[in-house]
């Protein structure tokens, strides 16, 4: 589907685009439908709904959005997570800056895996943290570096089919895939402009049910 003449919703830097056309700007979630509000506007999703806005308490900067198996959503904002249910009531919330378990140093993405594990890169700690979905820290993996299971600033993350896990380790200019327990099992890619070679992948690495991989290679100006 391309997006095209969108003209009544005016944006400012958007920052991420995840299922269901929900769109992540600054404070503010806007949710569009994948169905066209009538045949005359083609394959331009129609407005539903937004929620937050700058300046309010719920939200401070939205930097990803994911869902569990019940359509709860788990907003990552800032340093913190904040859980909703489907009509958007308050749940919960946890985090805080630092680097202790359960702490964040600019988070970048979280992803939900099919047992409902949630899975948060915490870019700025050079780890991928993973909470169970009241918010209680399980485990960890990664540390500082450029060695296998280490990263240098990951900013992405999905799953396969077999909930194998791949990371966009940023920096590294490379993609690190490991299995469910977070166990280092291959990895791709260098730095430069070849095919295969990256300039610096970040956010939004997605895997479609073909489990092929799509990479925003960023500096490349590429998929």
Same mark, same amino acid.
């Given at each position: 589907?391309?997006?095209?003449?969108?003209?009544?919703?005016?944006?400012?830097?958007?920052?991420?685009?995840?299922? #269901?056309?929900?769109?992540? %700007?600054?404070? !503010?979630?806007?949710?569009?439908?994948?169905?066209?509000? &009538?045949?005359? =506007?083609?394959?331009?999703?129609?407005?539903?709904?937004?929620?937050?806005?700058?300046?309010?308490?719920?939200?401070?900067?939205?930097?990803?959005?994911?869902?569990?198996?019940?359509?709860?959503?788990?907003?990552?904002?800032?340093?913190?997570?904040?859980?909703?249910?489907?009509?958007?009531?308050?749940?919960?919330?946890?985090?805080t800056n630092g680097s202790n378990d359960g702490e964040f140093d600019q988070p970048s993405n979280i992803?939900?895996?099919? #047992?409902?594990?949630?899975? %948060?890169?915490? !870019?700025?700690?050079?780890?991928?943290?993973?909470?169970? &979905?009241?918010? =209680?820290?399980?485990?960890?993996?990664?540390?500082?570096?450029?060695?296998?299971?280490?990263?240098?600033?990951?900013?992405?993350?999905?799953?396969?089919?077999?909930?194998?896990?791949?990371?966009?380790?940023?920096?590294?200019?490379?993609?690190?895939?490991?299995?469910?327990?977070?166990?280092?099992?291959?990895?791709?890619?260098?730095?430069?402009?070849?095919?295969?070679?990256?300039?610096s992948p970040t956010k939004n690495i997605t895997i479609d049910s073909n489990d092929n991989l799509f990479?925003?290679d960023t500096e490349k100006e590429r998929i």
């Amino acid at each position: 589907m391309v997006v095209k003449n969108v003209e009544s919703r005016v944006f400012n830097k958007p920052f991420s685009l995840t299922a #269901a056309f929900l769109l992540l %700007i600054a404070s !503010t979630i806007i949710l569009f439908s994948a169905t066209p509000a &009538t045949a005359a =506007t083609e394959d331009v999703p129609s407005f539903v709904s937004t929620f937050g806005s700058p300046g309010t308490p719920m939200f401070e900067s939205v930097k990803d959005i994911a869902f569990d198996s019940s359509g709860n959503k788990y907003i990552l904002d800032e340093n913190r997570i904040i859980k909703l249910a489907s009509n958007n009531d308050f749940i919960n919330a946890w985090g805080t800056n630092g680097s202790n378990d359960g702490e964040f140093d600019q988070p970048s993405n979280i992803e939900i895996d099919s #047992a409902d594990n949630v899975y %948060i890169v915490d !870019t700025g700690n050079n780890r991928i943290q993973v909470l169970d &979905t009241s918010g =209680t820290y399980v485990t960890q993996f990664g540390t500082s570096g450029n060695g296998n299971g280490q990263f240098w600033q990951p900013n992405g993350l999905d799953f396969d089919s077999n909930n194998n896990l791949f990371v966009a380790d940023t920096h590294n200019d490379r993609i690190q895939v490991f299995d469910s327990s977070g166990v280092f099992q291959f990895k791709f890619g260098e730095p430069g402009g070849a095919d295969g070679a990256f300039g610096s992948p970040t956010k939004n690495i997605t895997i479609d049910s073909n489990d092929n991989l799509f990479v925003a290679d960023t500096e490349k100006e590429r998929i």
